[in-house]
């Protein structure tokens, strides 16, 4: 069912979702909050621009964005996937526990701040451009992958990265010469076993926005992972 969002606040564009059966497309979306939180098994489009926490506490549902979304991009999400044809704020994946959010382009600060892992659910975060401050900080489970497609000399990531991190994994593609990181993680070249991990989210990631995933993949990525001897030895101080 189509719902045309122009002209409504948020509280009636989610009821109209929450009462519709089915699949939807939205259009004409214009920054209201809070679209399809807590939704289940169904499909969303979304023509336009969604507001802050799209997708939060999502249980199961699909999302599509066709352009950029803002802040808190699957806050707390559970189950489902969200796929952003665009760049999105700040706090993409803020404590999500399952799922996967699919990022064609560029994320603000803070993109998988206290992700977590819980019991069979193991989340991704897979962000094909670049990634601002603080990516993964307090991380204490599933998998954050930076592609730095379209980077050119730009870092794929900005300051402070992993500032925190005490659980899960993150990858970045290259070797990532010049980037900072904290004393309580450790970094290496991913290995085979790790670059099959990162294969498979790379082929959800270029078969949701048309890349190449040879390409991509022809290339080191760095594994970084948490030092659990001294997780927290050095947060924001720089030495």
Not at 21 to 43: N, P, T
Not at 151 to 165: D, E, F, Q, S
Not at 176 to 193: L, M, N, W
Request: with cysteine.
């Amino acid at each position: 069912m189509f719902i045309d969002a122009a002209g409504l606040d948020f509280k009636e564009l989610n009821e109209k979702i929450r009462t519709t059966e089915g699949d939807v497309k939205l259009g004409g979306c214009m920054g209201q909050r809070f679209i399809a939180a807590g939704m289940g098994e169904r499909r969303l489009e979304i023509d336009g621009i969604p507001g802050n926490a799209l997708g939060a506490y999502l249980n199961g549902a699909v999302i599509c964005v066709n352009g950029n979304a803002q802040d808190a991009v699957g806050d707390t999400m559970n189950d489902g996937e969200i796929y952003v044809h665009g760049n999105i704020g700040d706090a993409a994946g803020y404590a999500m526990r399952g799922g996967n959010i699919f990022v064609q382009g560029n994320a603000g600060y803070r993109a998988g701040i206290h992700m977590k892992a819980y019991k069979q659910k193991h989340p991704a975060l897979v962000i094909g451009g670049c990634a601002g401050s603080f990516l993964g900080e307090y991380q204490a489970g599933g998998t954050i992958v930076v592609l730095g497609l379209g980077a050119g000399k730009r870092k794929i990531v900005g300051n402070y990265p992993c500032t925190g991190m005490h659980g899960g994994r993150m990858y970045l593609r290259g070797k990532c010469e010049g980037i900072r990181f904290p004393s309580q993680v450790t970094t290496h070249i991913a290995d085979d076993e790790e670059r099959a991990e990162i294969e498979k989210l790379v082929k959800s990631f270029c078969d949701a926005f048309g890349f190449d995933a040879g390409e991509i993949m022809d290339s080191p990525f760095t594994a970084v992972l948490p030092d659990t001897k001294n997780p927290f030895k050095q947060m924001y101080v720089a030495n």
